[in-house]
């Protein structure tokens, strides 16, 4: 799905480059390794999130009336986590898909390198952050693009200009961004392979009103935080203008896309079920109540505000009205 941009000048790469080979070129990062080994995302963190999801299909299932196959479609599935938690006890109806470079084991999941057509839900956690952008910073000369090597090359193509224009306007001299023009083109073209239920992206956010203005291009190697570096040895990600992709999707399917909401992982999953409960008392069964305090550190982690709480969950739903669960809590964008 991703696709190669062209090379300026010079040896050194832009970061749009650079992140592509580093990622997905023959030796990258997500041909070698999965995220399990690397970092903590909500499906790693805890079998409660798939449970929260599995709760959302429903949702979705029933709001479309029980379609045959009702697909569950994973994008970036990395080791098929989500999935494998999520298909224990659901109806031989539903489909599940994991969408994935390296295909993983688990026999239950169809395993696919590309999207197919579906009906159903549509579910995408920490995809986008790794859909590969530009960065660029505003200097005096105007805006430049910014290189693997933290030099500075050409002014951004007129469609990176654009984008900035509307999405992340840089005000004042030193500001950076990245460009997240690949990832809205990822994002729609994701949406538009669903012919009807509900597409949800979750992702390290930030809307038009409160961009970040000093870029947030990052790399994670064994569970840390690392110095982004290109040569394929850690992840390299960057959060997502989740608003852009919305916006994205309802303009190149403008029959289709009926509601987006914008919300928080922590007010998304509590509307799912899942809520930070007291543990109760210890009543004599030491196992249950080992269980009961490790879902409650799973719970405060999900829901954290400023962990992974904080996350955005964008819900676009296709041919259909926003899925009931989420529809009350959210931020209806359309
Ligand atoms: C940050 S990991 C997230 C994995 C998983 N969703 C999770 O939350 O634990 C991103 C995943 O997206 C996959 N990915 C990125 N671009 C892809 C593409 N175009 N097609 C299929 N998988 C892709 C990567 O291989 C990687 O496993």
């Known amino acids: 799905m991703q696709t190669n941009p062209p090379p300026v000048g010079g040896s050194a790469r832009t970061w749009r480059q650079a992140m592509s080979e580093a990622l997905y070129g023959a030796q990258g990062f997500y041909r070698r390794t999965g995220a ?27 709001a479309l009336h029980h379609p045959d196959p009702f697909d569950v479609v994973d994008v970036g599935a990395g080791g098929g986590e989500l999935l494998e938690v999520l298909a224990a006890g659901v109806s031989a109806r539903w489909r599940l898909t994991a969408v994935e470079l390296r295909p993983g084991e688990h026999a239950r999941l169809d395993w696919r390198p590309d999207l197919p057509a579906c009906t159903g839900l549509l579910f995408a956690n920490e995809w986008l952050d790794t859909v590969p952008c530009e960065v660029v910073q505003r200097t005096a000369d105007g805006v430049r693009l910014v290189l693997e090597d933290g030099s500075l090359g050409p002014a951004p193509g007129t469609p990176e200009m654009r984008w900035l224009a509307r999405w992340w306007p840089l005000r004042r001299i030193g500001d950076l961004a990245e460009v997240g023009r690949p990832r809205d083109e990822a994002w729609a073209a994701a949406v538009g392979r669903l012919r009807r239920g509900v597409a949800v992206a979750v992702d390290y956010d930030h809307v038009r009103t409160a961009r970040p203005s000093r870029g947030t291009l990052s790399g994670y190697r064994r569970g840390r935080q690392v ?30 896309v009926r509601a987006s909401l914008l919300t928080t992982q922590r007010r998304a999953l ?46 676009q739903s296709v041919g259909a009205g926003p899925p009931p669960l989420l529809a009350e809590v959210t931020t209806l964008l359309r």
């Open 270 to 315: 509590r509307a799912l079920g899942l809520d930070a409960t007291p543990v109760p008392a210890y009543a004599g069964d030491p196992m249950a109540h080992l269980r009961a305090l490790a879902d409650a550190g799973q719970v405060a982690e999900l829901l954290d505000p400023a962990g992974l709480g904080g996350f955005g969950w964008l819900a």
């Open 36 to 62: 399990a080994a690397h970092f903590r995302t909500s499906p790693l963190a805890s079998p409660l999130f798939a449970g929260a999801v599995r709760a959302l299909a429903t949702d979705v299932d029933t």
């Open 227 to 256: 110095t982004p570096v290109a040569d394929g040895s850690c992840d390299l990600t960057a959060h997502v203008a989740l608003d852009a992709c919305a916006a994205a999707a309802e303009a190149a399917h403008p029959d289709s």
